[in-house]
């Protein structure tokens, strides 16, 4: 990390730029249908400047801590704005060629700048997480408030159906997962070691935390927009496998310095099931449910 400063593990100015960090993304997933589209109403003008505010949180922390930088604070504005401006160009192009370029565009350089850790510099280690949820807050905004996507299924309000869906999708990776992932060594199976109680509340805080923070924005980015784009162009089987391909390549970097080709395999064929909870009924929390229960299995017990 670019920053080596002392800071503080929670303070009320911390707290409040959480808030206005998660506000967009929580607005999105629990108000759905209500913010779609809405800012293709406003003047263009405030249609592309309106997301640099996202770098709110960013001025909060980085004062608080002493750890402000300009560059920064112009990536917090500009990167939401380039987006916006992105599609409002995309919003008023009349070939739909050119409007889905623009629209995988956006998806790339997102993309890479969560899985590259681009900006990730800005911010003391254990308050990462704020790079990842202002970059989904900043395609939030272009795929929902400006774009108005179809199909994307980006609603929290959990069902029991959506539950179904995703523990059925978990049943059926998890021999898949065990076979190779063991085999390989990926895999190591840990003993409970604790209480009933004890374990089932560390496996609760691990869900929770894991379906907020890492499925939910991982799923609406490569279900509800990615997938959902190349169904459009290539089909719907092979954009489960492209997508899924795709999934798997973003953790090439995770857990080694080199490429981590058990990680991408292990990643990429969890994606198929991802893929398929989410194109059931096209609702990404049905993906997110089966995300964070892999997610949280093998984070306590096969790690």
Known sequence: MEQNIPVPDFTPVMVIAGLLALAPYIGAAFFA??????????????????PGLLCVPYLMIALTVGSFRWQWLAVYVFVPMGVAALMVVRNRMPGRSWGDGIEFLILAVLGLAVDLRWFEGAWPAHLA?????????????????????????????????????????????????????????????????????????????????????????????????????????????AALGTASILFGLAHFNKRAVQFNWQYVLMAAIAGLFYGRAWRQDRRVVASAVTHATVDAVWSLWLR
Request: proline fraction near 2%.
């Open 129 to 237: 997480a704020f790079n990842k949820v202002l970059l989904v807050d900043a395609g939030i905004y272009g795929f929902v408030a400006l774009r108005q996507l179809e199909g994307v299924g980006f609603d929290l309000r959990l069902r029991g159906r959506d539950v179904g869906i995703g523990l059925r999708e978990f049943v059926f990776y998890l021999p898949v997962a065990l076979a190779l992932g063991l085999e390989m060594g990926f895999l190591h199976r840990h003993g409970f070691g604790e209480g009933v109680g004890a374990v089932a509340l560390r496996f609760a805080g691990a869900w929770v935390f894991t379906f907020f923070l890492i499925a939910v924005p991982e799923e609406l980015f490569f279900r509800g927009w990615l997938q959902n784009l190349l169904e459009r162009h290539i089909g719907r089987w």
């Open 33 to 50: 249908g209500r913010g779609e589209g809405c800012a293709r109403r406003w003047p263009v003008s405030a249609q592309v400047l309106l």
